[in-house]
């Protein structure tokens, strides 16, 4: 999917959201666009407008600061003074790494280097915690045997975290999918 994030800042849009419902996330269909409005700051009046388009019927470049803003006036459903700070394009997307580790065991990835997470969910920083977690107490016990010159089982354990944070991140993706 391809969205467009316009971010704003608007004292009068946090006002009018302070005195209905605060929250963090607004989903709006209307007629005008479909989008969400990510409330940054409702202290410094700060948000975030996410709206999809679809190529190629329509093109990142049509969204201009003009576009925009009468987006946003259209669904708050009146003009409020906006101060657009960056509009910039992005592809909400999800990957896994096909090898978490080098061949020789030497070298790992971890995080956003072996996977990327679709927000919905939360899973990438938790996931890639996860991945240093399981990573270091099997780098920790290798070193404690490679001064018994134990060298087999530690090669076993160091490719145990590829199969098992590879796994693990295919799981994350497919549920983050789903959400």
Known sequence: QHLINVH?????????????????LYFIYSPHA???IVNHSLKQGEFVLQLPYFPPHQQAEEYEEARC??????????PVFVDILSIRSWRLSAW???RHCSSDGRYFLVGDAAHQMLPAGGFGLNSGIADVHNLIWKISIALMMEKKNRNEPIMH???????ERRSAAE???ATSIKN
């Open 69 to 78: 803003m009468s987006i946003i006036h259209e669904l708050v459903g009146r």
């Open 34 to 36: 479909i989008a969400v």
């Open 171 to 173: 799981q994350l993706i």
């Open 96 to 98: 896994n790494a096909d």
């Open 8 to 24: 704003f800042t608007s004292q009068e849009l946090s006002d009018i959201i302070r005195r209905s419902l605060a929250g963090m």
């Open 157 to 163: 354990l160091l490719a145990s975290y590829q199969k």
